[in-house]
């Protein structure tokens, strides 16, 4: 954007910038050098981002659009028509309005509507959340109408966007919510109506898991994820998709009729059904049952290689917190594993931790110990590579050479090399110690001193 | 089943015992010492298993109802019920009658209706398929009545069942077929829906990909997995539980329910009802979105970590055809992996494949590839430890002591080691034997002869 303004001269107003994803691209956007201002109806929340974000709160929506070069309505869906309508006319000749709404249609129309003819309008889909760390990665899809597509902001957008990393989707507003319709609208309401079926048929969901295959694991999986989230916006997603209806229309059709097919005891039906449904996904009926495979592989297999672990040292990240802990690795038992931390058990949630060990322990315990040292000098022939020797103990110790020295007090044709090992603690030191200084002496070295 | 009668003596009749599921059974049964008779409709196909598993056929299922001690019934669903009524009355009073089908209600009341007093019924459903390579780990589900629980055959067919590591769970046939109609019948239901949904509305799957969250494309590999299996066996699970039409009217019902909230943007009415979903669901909403989200870091982290080995050796086994492929890592383009192997480039769909690199790669290698080796004579000073020497080596080279020599024409005070070093090359052992022996020369080594 750095042709229309300097960044440190562009003001970017966030109307609902104090909370989700509004106060998420208020930080990231402030971390980038822009001036930002957040709206929002809670003074005292506002306040808080304003200290927080080292941003600017105003508590007047029409007077934050006036001062935005940039202005990004980022208010809860079923708002955001009235909000556009009552912010839109405000922004001013030249500049730019976005929104960040899960839905595109309605919010593309009213903005179009309702801006000064002169002011760019790009609606905007993050496909994240605000618990991402970056843009990097992310998917963004853009809905602009064909004019503004050819317009200055636009590019700058769009190449400001690939810089930080995202994938960027551009699309027309209806063809997003038809998608979304799918991607979001049909798996939201098939695996909510599913939710809600277990609960009238009374199943115990625990209890139905003792006979799951893995795919009824993932199903009763992607319900309890589904479930658990936001009800209103869940709510909201499928009341302001324009297309919705026919979705639902669609997939109570199908499934009414298949179970007539089942009732009428109609096999060949019903064949029929499953067989023009697996022609129309071609081959990604196939890429499915190796994707799937590969969660159901990749979460047994987890399991397995904890097994192996039983009774070694690992390190427990605890996904929740993002503590780690040291330990053994005692028990594996149902969902749990045990780890036997000085002398006290420890009981930790397998689907809720990383685990490490080998290589990636010893990197762990680098980087969260302090490791004590100890130094220990060693004569070796002239002759020998210091290196090689170096190279070689570095297989089994952790250890460095801080000095070599030749000469004086060194027997004639001798140099002493200091190496400096290292340990956690005193006891472990000593053990290290005597380990080493046993192999030192069978590779042609002798002790000096310590 | 000892004490009944010796394995050897103990013949085992399998009614559909050519195909599927049965012929895994008589495959099974036959390597644990029983005698096996099988029967088929298709002589042809009889007489090859017959030759292939080295068991007998016969074209008559009564006659083998007649011989065996055990019966087992390994029919499809929708002939199993002719087939017991066809059977059952002929075997012998003491001996055993199962069947293995995935509904149970029918069969069990079946088999007890038919039977002979004093024969014993134990109605099985085995939660696994003919690709399985044993019963270790698998669910096997037994429903017999209370009478046919406390009889001799009941706990020999239990306890044979645990000895080979299956997970055995017995419940009255009833629940099996409730619980079943859940696990089974309601998945596989809204599955095939959705796929069908996606074909009436003409998604283009690949595409809608692109917009995908994880969880959109966790359902549609899930329908891609289902829609892909055998639809005769899929429309017989919908077809003959006799729980389905009562979970089908239920989940119908609730897609309605939910629906018409949405039209009318009773947003209330929506969040209630995912509110009390997720209160049924209790601690397993939050397990479902712990789960997931393993399955979905699991897959994200293989890419990362195929990413990190690009340009190193892999090891590359196709999950198709079990084959091993040996290579370095070109590159990753989408679901595919570049690999280079002897100066040509080999794809690979990552989904189809298991990768291996590090200690494990060593030890493929080791397993697939004969390793030329070469011996290198030293001479260490006779106080040297020589297994110390060796694990020390061993950080570094495929190494091992084959000779320790001292005296005659050995140099006063020392002995001499001879090192079998290992390559898979000859260009690469010269390589190895120069490393080798630079090490020596520092470690307090010198060459004797090689």
């Not at 590019?155 to 995202?166: C, H, M, S, T």
């Not at 979460?299 to 009774?311: A, T």
């Not at 090399?417 to 110690?433: A, M, Q």
Request: some cysteine; overall charge positive; glycine content about 6%.
């Amino acid at each position: 954007m750095e042709n229309i303004k300097d960044k440190k001269d562009l003001t970017i107003s966030i109307i609902g910038g104090t909370d989700g994803l509004g106060k998420w691209f208020a930080k990231y956007l402030k971390n980038k050098g822009f001036n930002i201002i957040v709206t929002g109806r809670d003074v005292e929340k506002g306040k808080n981002v304003e200290k927080e974000l080292n941003v600017k709160f105003i508590n007047n929506n029409i007077e934050a659009a006036k001062k935005g070069d940039i202005v990004i309505i980022a208010v809860p869906i079923n708002v955001t028509e009235k909000v556009i309508k009552e912010v839109a006319p405000h922004v001013r000749k030249g500049c730019l309005l976005m929104d960040i709404t899960s839905i595109k249609e309605i919010p593309t129309k009213t903005m179009e509507k309702y801006v000064r003819e002169g002011v760019t309008v790009i609606p905007t889909h993050p496909m994240f959340g605000p618990s991402t760390p970056s843009l990097l990665r992310q998917v963004v899809i853009l809905t602009p109408t064909e004019k503004h597509k050819k317009s200055e902001w636009f590019e700058k957008v769009y190449n400001f966007l690939v810089k930080e990393g995202a994938k960027v989707i551009v699309i027309p507003a209806e063809k997003h919510d038809r998608i979304m319709g799918i991607v979001q609208g049909l798996t939201h309401f098939a695996f909510i109506s599913l939710g809600s079926t277990l609960k009238e048929l009374n199943v115990d969901i625990k209890e139905s898991r003792k006979f799951a295959s893995p795919i009824y694991e993932l199903m009763i999986s992607i319900i309890g994820r589904i479930i658990g989230q936001n009800p209103y916006l869940y709510a909201d997603i499928q009341m302001f998709n324009p297309r919705i209806q026919e979705i639902h229309k669609t997939f109570i059709n199908q499934c009414m009729e298949i179970s007539k097919i089942v009732a009428n005891k109609d096999r060949e039906g019903f064949v029929k059904i499953m067989k023009e449904a697996a022609k129309h996904f071609g081959s990604e009926a196939k890429r499915g049952a190796y994707y799937s495979d590969k969660a159901v592989f990749a979460l047994s297999s987890e399991i397995e290689k904890l097994n192996k672990l039983i009774g070694k040292e690992i390190a427990v990240k605890n996904l929740n917190s993002n503590n780690i802990h040291f330990g053994i690795l005692k028990n594996i038992e149902d969902d749990y594993l045990i780890l036997e931390k000085n002398g006290k058990e420890l009981k930790f949630n397998i689907l809720r931790v990383e685990v490490f060990s080998g290589e990636e322990l010893k990197n762990l315990k680098k980087k969260h110990f302090e490791r004590k040292y100890s130094d220990i000098s060693v004569l070796f022939k002239k002759s020998v590579d210091e290196n090689v020797i170096l190279n070689l103990l570095k297989k089994l110790f952790d250890v460095e050479i801080i000095d070599i020295y030749e000469g004086d007090k060194i027997e004639e044709g001798y140099k002493s090399i200091t190496f400096r090992i290292y340990g956690y603690s005193k006891d472990e030191l000593k053990e290290i110690e005597k380990e080493f200084l046993n192999i030192i002496k069978n590779i042609g070295g002798k002790e000096r001193f310590k």
